[in-house]
């Protein structure tokens, strides 16, 4: 038999993973993985700095499209650019577009907007003060 869930919203899971002191093994990974050299860490947070200063303009400027994005039909055709690569190390992901095709995902969207409509008042929205 399924136990009642507790009511919620996406954000309910991430308030309920950490409550109270996490375990002693974390403070004893960080011991362990931290510079035993403070300096490290400090040149690692210049850096960084250095870095944002160099990347926020254009990340301010692309917007969205910042984030690679390639056709997977391209990628099943061997088209996959050859800078592609570079870019989604640099930027950490990649958007791949046209695996589902646009009248499935249609399909997919109305399915959900017509529950929602079946269901007023019952599907809570997150972030609470801004719920999408």
């Not at 009511?7 to 996490?22: C, P, Q, R, V």
């Not at 403070?27 to 040149?43: M, T």
Request: aromatic residues 8%; proline residues 8%; hydrophobic residues 35%.
């Amino acid at each position: 038999m399924l136990s009642a869930r507790k009511e919620g919203n996406i954000g309910s899971i991430f308030a309920n993973s950490f409550k109270g002191e996490l375990p002693v093994r974390y403070a004893d990974l960080k011991k362990e993985i931290s510079p035993k050299d403070p300096s490290v860490i400090q040149n690692a947070w210049v850096r960084l700095e250095s870095s944002f200063e160099k990347e926020a303009p254009q990340i301010k400027a692309l917007g969205s499209k910042i984030i690679p994005q390639v056709n997977y039909q391209d990628i099943l055709n061997g088209e996959f650019p050859s800078n592609m690569k570079d870019e989604i190390k640099k930027r950490g992901c990649v958007v791949v577009r046209g695996i589902v095709p646009t009248e499935v995902a249609e399909g997919y969207k109305q399915q959900v907007l017509d529950y929602i409509a079946a269901h007023p008042g019952q599907i809570p929205g997150f972030p609470e003060h801004d719920q999408q």
